[in-house]
């Protein structure tokens, strides 16, 4: 079942992330909302802004002109409230879980699940009360009765119904909705999906009722608002998206083989459906109440529906939709929500699909929208919470713009250097050992080729003394033992290794040429260098004498190398070849065990280092797809990080070195967002 359960996760995309953490509940308390500075221009914020990432659906007060939504803020857990205008962020707060927004009494209804239903006030955050309910991970959202202000919650197959007044509990539903597996009875099936629509005071639930992998379904129930009793039911596909509006529901559904559906329904008998061709998986629903009409993206498609006998009045193609979602649309400004799979939003006129044009407007975001390449995490992270991200720019196909996160309570940075024109290229990037101590940051730049050091968090740079020939530093290896023998390693493109004794001020080529190097992440007497070339692996412990270990896995030349420590005598290493073969070593080189056979492509490792290499969490990233061991790579086995990360088009991965008491996935993605992702085993 738990196989299943991770199937499921995979199919319907589920929108909240497993990352947040949840603050214990209880009684009524009160909280005050966490500061977080403000960015003060839109698209272009100062150093220091904060970077959102939007991971719920989007909740419009047009009135008050705010969108509140749970996500994160610089890699924390937050409760967003946005500015409807810009996206800027106006407020994070620490309660988190599935929303409601009930604008006219000012309230937000937070399902913290474990934790309990929290009433907000929807202006200041503070917590007016908090129901306990049966504990359940990741609930259904809640919903509420537009005139009577009345809560639904959700847990398994029951609603409860909660005064907000009272915060009291005045009704426990339980409902009934047979569950299938594989044409076996299977019991109960819980609540999946919600939604109300105040205008017939009607309650719709969804539940999956049959699954048989690849084929799932779900069946929606109608529920009438006050008594809730079953007014109707219908089965529709898995992959459907729907809204109310104005007594009936409104939806499309993309069968797997077949037709996409677009239905209405009232609820009870009358089904209304057409079929036409696939034009793309459900991407979005919104209702424009001023207008009149419903707008249903469909892949990169939005249709204009007016509701009478569900005409389509238009159908545009939207290139936000290329990859991003339709979140939410607000009458207040006029204006569609769009947030990519890694929750940056950009916002667009709804003018736009009938008399006017103009162009989208990107939130204010701290990181621009490209792909990150690489991520670092200060050796001192549990203390300082520092880290280094690597974007891709237009300067030059080798490198990008280096941005450093002091505090995340003040918000990434750009990390300047000293080259000249507006592009700075950086090529490769590293923390000392000793940060902690030192504050010491490394960059390698191209054009020229040097290597700067900063004890300031990337204000002010100071180059290399020695010069480098030309091309580019791919990897910068500090020594485990930096703050003792101040030792440095770079690797250029061409296989030319150099070698720093001083913190990086002068460097000497070494006359081992290699494809890769790794160096063992282990304090020791001395230190423990592996390096690649022309499919042989090599060993040193000074980078100048090297010593034949044996053949690369397949005699190939590697993509990735990288040194662990381990139980036995010898390392372990990691190595992936440029024919596909990821392979792992336990005895420092002399032999190899296919992990596993795949495409040819670029990727990249994060090992919890520090853990015992029997329970060893190993994450690999190749192809924007995260495959996780927590046993070292002895074997592989789908994780929580890896469903959660891996919908974020991760570019990049990372792991705090303190995982046994963080065990935090930190992924970079395709449009430049950096989020942290829950990344421990599952029970």
Known sequence: MKRLHGSLALIVLLSLSACSLLRPGGGPVVRSESAVPLPTATGVPPAGAPQIAILSPLHVDSRAGRLYATGQVNGQPKLLVLDAADGRLLAAWDTLGQLALDAARNRLVVDGGRQGVSLLDATTGEVAAVVALPAQDGPPAPQIDAETGLVYAFRAATVYTIDPATAAILEATPLTVAHTVCDEPAGDAPIYQTAYDPAASRLYLSFISY??????????????????????????????????????????????????????????????????????????????????????AL????????????????????????????????????????????GRLSLWPAANLFDAQSPPLAAPSALPAAPVTWLALSPNWHNDNTMLALVENECAAAGGGLFVLLDPAVGWQPATTPT????????????????????????????????????????????????????????????PTYGADQTLFALLDDGALYRSRDGGRTWRAMAQPLDRLAILDAAGPRL??????????????????????????????LLLLSAAPSSGPAPALYAFTAGGKFARSLDGGLSWAGVMETSAAPVQLAVAVTMPDETRPVFLLHQRTIVASYDGM???????????????????????????????LFVGTVDGQVLRVRADALP
Do not use: K
């Not at 239905?263 to 036409?276: F, H, K, L, S, V």
């Not at 004498?545 to 053949?551: C, M, S």
């Not at 919908?647 to 046994?660: C, E, G, H, I, N």
């Open 420 to 479: 000249a024109g507006a592009c700075q290229t950086v090529t490769a990037a590293a923390f000392s050992p000793d940060y902690a101590h030192d504050s010491l940051l490394f960059a390698a730049t191209a054009e020229p080729t040097t290597v700067l050091r900063s004890v300031d968090g990337g204000r002010s740079w100071t180059a290399a003394e020695s010069p480098f020939p030309a091309g580019v530093v791919r990897a910068l290896l500090p020594s």
């Open 634 to 664: 002895s074997s592989i086995w789908a994780a929580t990080a890896a469903d959660e990360a891996g919908r974020y088009r991760p570019t990049a991965v990372a792991l705090p070195p303190d995982f046994a008491a963080a065990p935090f």
């Open 299 to 342: 892949g990169e498609t939005l249709r204009v529906i007016a509701p009478n006998g569900r005409v389509v009045r238009s159908e545009t193609a939207v290139p936000l939709l290329a990859g991003s979602a339709l979140a939410a649309y607000d009458s207040g400004h006029d204006q569609l929500y769009f947030v990519s799979p890694s």
């Open 528 to 557: 423990d260098l592996f390096g690649a070339r022309a499919g042989q692996l090599l060993r040193s412990d000074d980078g100048e004498t090297w010593t034949p270990v044996g053949p690369t896995p397949n005699a190939e030349t």
């Open 211 to 296: 699954n048989c992998i690849p084929w799932v379904s779900m069946t929606l129930v109608a529920y009438d608002g006050q008594e809730l009793t079953e007014l109707g039911r219908h089965d529709v596909d898995i992959r459907s998206q729907f809204a109310p509006h104005d007594g009936q529901l409104f939806g499309a559904s993309v069968s797997r083989l077949g037709p996409t559906a677009y239905w209405a329904w009232d609820g009870a008998a009358q089904w209304a459906e057409t079929n036409a061709d696939f034009i793309g998986p459900p991407t979005g629903i919104a209702v424009d109440g001023g207008r009149g009409v419903i707008y249903e």
